[in-house]
T-cell receptor
């Protein structure tokens, strides 16, 4: 079945460091791909998305490119801030006869130190 | 994007009791979903709440344990029945905005602790 695999956390970085969180997926067809972020004590917020191969999603300095050939959607940011500390979830949207369903990776906790 | 609210935001319950969680959206949406996030875990889809018909449950979730209502296009409830400590989780509802490339937006979640 469809699945999403993320790199294990926690990831600890110093402020202004470069961030990469790896995400790979297994799916039939060409699903839409998403990154969601969960700040401490809060619900999920959509960070960015891509709907087809080679699309690049971007938001708040974060970027991810839909790579069909490597079935990947890695999240990157050039310079992280303390306020980026959160749990990041990669997800794919699977279509079936009930509509779209999100399948999530296990989440990667990011901690940014001043 | 749709604005989603959930009630209660958190609760502490005794085992054997039931809790009903409400999800309200500020616009009419076709698709509403309920997810569970166990402590330190990822999100798992419980069911799709269909307006005017029975909810569609994922493998491992049953209607007797998680009855769902969807009386209109802006509201849904999830009941966690006969609770045990293993039901301690965050329960989140989400909606799919079909008008914006079918993106799902999430409510703030209900944090449930069962003693």
């Amino acid at each position: 079945g469809d699945s999403v695999t993320q790199m294990e956390g926690p990831v600890t970085l110093s402020e202004e460091a470069f961030l990469t969180i790896n995400c790979t997926y297994t799916a039939t067809g060409y699903p839409s791909l998403f990154w969601y972020v969960q700040y401490p004590g809060e619900g999920l917020q959509l960070l960015l998305k891509a709907t087809k191969a080679d699309d690049k999603g971007s938001n708040k300095g974060f970027e991810a490119t839909y790579r069909k050939e490597t079935t990947s959607f890695h999240l990157e940011k050039g310079s992280v801030q303390v306020s980026d500390s959160a749990v990041y979830f990669c997800a794919l949207r699977r279509l079936d006869n009930q509509g779209g369903k999100l399948i999530f990776g296990q989440g990667t906790e990011l901690s940014v130190k001043p | 994007s749709a604005v989603i609210s959930q009630k209660p935001s958190r609760d502490i319950c005794q085992r054997g009791t039931s809790l009903t969680i409400q999800c309200q959206v500020d616009s009419q949406v076709t698709m509403m979903f309920w997810y569970r996030q166990q402590p330190g875990q990822s999100l798992t889809l419980i069911a799709t709440a269909n307006q005017g018909s029975e909810a569609t449950y994922e493998s491992g979730f049953v209607i007797d344990k998680f009855p769902i209502s969807r009386p209109n296009l802006t509201f849904s409830t999830l009941t966690v029945s006969n609770m045990s400590p293993e039901d301690s989780s965050i329960y989140l509802c989400s909606v799919e905005d079909g008008g914006y490339q079918e993106t799902q937006y999430f409510g703030p979640g209900t944090r449930l602790l069962v003693l």
